[in-house]
């Protein structure tokens, strides 16, 4: 069933209406969070190299995705490590409210965009640093941090980008709060974001048992399962009484995973998503995101 938009969901649109966001984050989670600041209704400025300097790479990783993630943004070029190129991001700085950076702090240091520096120029200005850790400055990635926080399962790699996504969303909220404080006391805000701190929080259900082998949401309790209907797989999610209830009494089985199993094997993925609909109860049939051509032509 969908929910008809309401006036809190247009307003939360316009929230940012008169913050002015200057980005330099190339790669996943930067643009994530530009994305998410100019849906809630900032003014973006993407800076990035150009393609010669390598650009932003995720314009030669999936270019569709790259695409998306930058609709609505206003992607300038600039070489920051010339001085006509800082000297640009300079003039940009002078009428921003938050510069987004994902590079890790010597690479800032270099730039001339330190916290130092940034205070004390442009006063008014907060910055999310969007890091890898905070107890480290070795390399990593979000293939690293994931592994680390023990969500990886060798050798199949991850279906999505845990900690580069969990951390833009942290940065997203982070933006939030640097601006709140900034209003309160006059100044700009310096917050970071981690990605392996993004990576930690999303295994707290697993490192307190409820994903691992044997867990209540790994497979030991019927009513939150993967199931084979009879052309592919349905995921259900009647995890609490009531919903394990309407199962019960909708199927007449017994609650059970070999019940339900037998039971959902008779009918279609199609069959189920109704069934599930007339009886108010979390399920969906398992399907496949849609591919795009990774050449980006």
């Known amino acids: 069933m969908k929910i008809p938009a309401n006036g809190s969901t247009a307003s939360a649109a316009t929230a940012l209406a008169d913050v002015r966001v200057?980005?330099?984050a190339v790669n996943l989670p930067g643009p994530a969070c530009a994305r998410r600041l100019a849906e809630f209704g900032a003014t973006v400025i993407k800076v990035e190299p150009p393609e010669e300097a390598g650009g932003d790479p995720m314009r030669q990783y999936a270019?569709?995705?790259?695409?998306?993630?930058?609709?609505?943004?206003?992607?300038?070029?600039?070489?920051?490590?010339?001085d006509i190129g800082r000297a640009g991001l300079h003039s940009l700085l002078a009428e921003a409210d938050v510069l987004l950076t994902s590079q890790r702090v010597p690479a800032l240091d270099r730039l001339g965009l330190s916290w130092d520096v940034l205070a004390e120029r442009f006063g008014r200005l907060s910055h999310i640093a969007i890091i890898g850790s905070h107890g480290s400055d070795d390399a990593g990635h979000d293939l690293t941090y994931v592994a680390a926080a023990g969500l990886a399962t060798p050798p199949r790699l991850p279906a999505t980008l845990l900690a580069d996504l969990g951390g833009a969303e942290r940065a997203v909220t982070a933006t939030f709060a640097a601006l709140k404080l900034a209003q309160r006391d006059g100044r700009g805000q310096r917050i970071v974001v981690s990605l392996e701190e993004a990576a930690d929080a999303f295994a707290g259900p697993h490192r307190y048992g409820l994903t691992q082998p044997?867990?209540?949401?790994?497979?030991?309790?019927?009513?939150?399962?993967?199931?084979?209907?009879?052309d592919g797989w349905i995921a259900l999610a009647a995890l609490e009484p009531h919903f394990a209830a309407r199962v019960q009494a909708a199927s007449g089985v017994g609650f059970s995973c070999d019940a339900l199993a037998a039971y959902f094997h008779a009918n279609d993925m199609q069959h189920w998503t109704r069934w599930a609909s007339e009886h108010d109860i979390p399920l969906a049939a398992i399907t496949s995101p849609p591919s795009f051509n990774s050449s980006g032509s």
């Open 22 to 24: 200057v980005s330099i």
């Open 63 to 82: 270019r569709a995705y790259y695409d998306e993630l930058h609709r609505g943004i206003d992607v300038r070029v600039l070489n920051l490590k010339t």
């Open 214 to 230: 044997g867990g209540l949401l790994a497979g030991s309790y019927p009513g939150y399962n993967f199931y084979r209907a009879a």
